[in-house]
């Protein structure tokens, strides 16, 4: 009997040795699908940020506009944050994760899918120039304009297939991509919070939140290789195509990016749907748990005749939630720290929304080189300085004003490097008929209705043309016609128009007063100030990001904590993540010279900015949320020190309590990096 016994034992030891052995390979599996879910919502974040100016182009919308398609992000994910944060702990985790996973992946395909039923990108009136058809590009004195010999009914076909509200399906796709990424962040934290060794969950965090970092420099890098690629690639012949990436009317392949991490997304969704709901829970527990269930259906039989007296207490629980909104904000500490990161969050989103129209219509840098510069130099320099500041509150052992303080300090090296760039702004462009006469001598007052002048007046241009050439002089026309450009020789990409009447009026001296396609590059002047903006942003982002880590958390009752998280997130994503994309590119397109006019006859998206206003608007409004958040700092640390002063020790163990709900929070809201003018959430 003995020996049977010692067998006995011997066995369940075993079987109890594989199942410890399953426990952890099915929470290490959960850990490898979350770390793989993290990098593709932080890639289709990037894909998002590094498409948006070319979505403009391409759909022929105004940046406004784009700032709704951005924001329908954050209107997907307040849809149903309320139905997963109180359902969603209570039904399969892991599945639910999976499936919003899965449908994050959709929305990031449907957001490429208007690519496919729209027709091929027209950058200007004439599809395919030949050299026969040069002609119909140069100055035709004496000459009445040729009609297109389009009809109207036709031409009526093709604005409804063009330009008839296709981005609302982008706008469609990015509000599903927001509403996937609702549970991933609340219900695998708390996952991993249940399931994990004790005190082992906040490694996990920051190991996930660590490897969350691959998804945006792939995101970058990706962007960066397919906008070199022409919009329509493999549906046109390329060698037709006579723009460049520098040209402010190229699109490039952005729809293959969010293919990319779309088709990523969904197979990060698989391993989910094969994990258990509880992984430490045995067969055994489960055949227990299937019997008790047995004897639940009674308790719940019992339990709906006092539906009744719960119908009561639903009035009294209204009143107690009213009761708390009322002390809630009756906390000044809570309602300061709401009201800065408001204006934080506010300036960073609309910073970055915009971060890549700004770079490419100031320095003269295509969007591929953007991406480029914010996968390899911007986001590891955001990087290190998060990694760093953590540290430095580690080693420094810092009180929770301490870690204020830290935060504080670093925010304001970091708005005096940013407001050293506006020192950087470039001058407007040397466009005739635009910014100068059309002879190129004197500016002009207004760029509204410029008057042709005695070089061009009889050569019969269409007004609505965009073809830009960069002459001789170094000024750019609005089309060779414009130019008073005689004849032109050459093919596609290489054609030079000679004999242009308005570039020998500007006194330059040659010979053959000629010109070749595409806006003229910014000056050597220009260029030195984006390497130095470059510098400015890559030590503004590392200061920020240094005080990012320090998130920090006043006290407020415990019983209400979760209601001030919950408040302070939806206020964020309405008043920060929503509308400051919109009010920020309303004023940017106050800033527009030039607009391109669609198939429908209508305004479309803006050919060229007045880059003197567009680095006053966008660095200016920026800054200013930025220093009216410091005026609040200033306040909140003040009200901090008279609430802590000799109590601090004990503040300082409550704050670090709760940073990791914080961080948690922090990252739903804006993703696991913050680029040049970074400003990260510090949670009260």
Known sequence: MDQNQHLNKTAEAQSSGKRKIRRCDGFKVFLGAMS????????????????????????????????????????GNLLVIVFVSYYGSKLHRPKIIGIGTFI???????????????????????????PSENSTLTCLIN?????????????????EKESSYMWIYVLMGNMLRGIGETPIMPL??????????????????????????????????????FLKMYVDIG??????????????????AWWLSFLVSGLLAIISSIPFFFLPKNPNKSKKEGKISTSLRVLKTNEERNQTVNLTNHEQKTTINTAGFLQSLKTLFSNHLYVIYLILTLLQISSFVGHITYLFKYIEQQYGQSASQTNITMGLITLPAVATGMFSGGYIIKRLKLTLIGIAKLSFYTYLMSIFFSLLQIGLICESKSIAGITLTYDGINPVASHIDVPLSYCNSDCNCDESQWE????????????????????SSGQKKSIVFHNCTCIEGS???????????????????????????????????????????????????????SLAMGCHSLIMRTLGGILAPIYFGALIDRTCLKWSINSCGAQGSCRVYDTTSLGYVYLGLSGVLKLLAVFLYIVLLYAMKRKYEGKDTKASENGRKNMEEANLESLNNNGCFAPSGVVKETHI
């Open 36 to 75: 793989l879910c993290f990098i593709c919502k932080a890639l289709g974040m990037a894909v998002m940020k590094s498409s948006i100016t070319q979505i403009e182009k391409r759909f022929d919308i105004s940046s406004s506009v784009a700032g709704v398609i951005d924001g329908g992000f954050e209107i």
């Open 104 to 130: 994050m992946g959709a929305g990031s395909i449907m957001t490429a899918l208007p690519h496919f039923f729209m027709g091929y990108y027209k950058y200007s009136t004439e599809a395919i120039i030949n």
């Open 143 to 159: 000459k009445t304009l040729s009609p297109t010999g389009t009809p109207p009914e036709i031409m009526k076909e093709g604005c």
């Open 188 to 225: 695998g934290i708390s996952y991993i919070d249940d399931f994990a060794k004790e005190g082992h969950s906040s490694v996990y965090i920051g190991g996930l939140s660590a490897i969350g970092m691959i998804g945006p420099i792939v995101g970058f890098l990706m962007g960066s290789l």
């Open 235 to 252: 549906y046109v012949d390329l060698s037709s195509v006579r723009i460049t990436p520098m040209d402010s009317r190229w699109v490039g």
């Open 468 to 487: 830009p050439i960069c002459g001789d002089n170094g000024i750019t026309y609005i089309s060779p016609c414009q130019a008073g450009c005689m004849s």
């Open 507 to 561: 006194n330059f001296q040659n010979t053959n007063y000629s010109a070749h396609f595409g806006e003229c590059p910014r000056s050597e002047n220009c260029k030195t100030k984006y390497y130095i903006y470059l510098s400015t942003s890559l030590i503004s982002s590392f200061c920020h990001s240094l005080g990012g880590a320090s998130f920090f958390m006043i006290n407020v009752q415990p019983e209400l904590k």
